[in-house]
């Protein structure tokens, strides 16, 4: 398992330091490959779904889709669950590069059309890599969103996933 992409929030949140710069707030999530993933209830646990016979893990609090494969079953499970999608700005930029950002966009329209919370991220490997939420809503235009929505999905529903941690 590589380096986890970091997990951003919108600056409607206090916190000193990128804030400040108008950045968000940064957190290095716990990923979890499959039934065997640890979840560790002080991080942010992201899920990996690469492909769309995956098996997701018993917990988690985002799910990362990274080919854009849609499965409605584990798309409606999300969202029964209270949890979210995580678009990750690496994997879209991926997508584009591969040639497949129609398959992205129609993964953002399948998750629109059954109301799966999401949150949108930078996918940064570092710290120094984070997006400003403005880049982010940016890229979340491309697949359709409005930059309200993106933004709201980095506070909003990135907050409900954290109350919902006891954070």
């Known amino acids: 398992m590589g380096t986890s992409p970091f997990f951003d929030l919108d600056v409607r949140f206090e916190w000193d330091g990128y804030s400040q710069e108008g950045y968000s707030k940064v957190f290095v999530p716990n990923a979890l490959e499959g039934k065997s993933g640890r979840y560790d209830p002080a991080k942010v646990n992201i899920a990996l779904f690469s ?10 609090d985002m799910v ?3 080919g854009f494969g849609v499965n409605v079953d ?7 669950k209270e949890k979210a999608v995580e678009f990750c700005l690496a994997d879209v930029r991926k997508a584009v590069l591969s ?3 129609s398959q992205a966009q129609f993964f ?4 629109r059309s059954y109301k799966v919370p999401y ?3 930078s996918g940064a490997a570092s710290i120094y890599e984070v997006k400003s939420p403005k880049e982010i809503a940016f890229v979340g235009e491309m697949l359709g969103f409005t930059q309200r929505q993106v933004l709201s999905s980095m506070s909003m529903t990135a907050e409900m996933l954290l109350s919902n941690k006891g954070w």
């Open 119 to 121: 949150v949108f991220t």
């Open 108 to 111: 953002s329209n399948v998750v």
């Open 74 to 80: 584990v798309l409606s499970l999300i969202r029964d």
């Open 99 to 101: 040639g497949r950002i």
């Open 51 to 60: 492909n769309t016979k995956a098996v997701l893990p018993d917990r988690f």
């Open 64 to 66: 990362n889709f990274s």
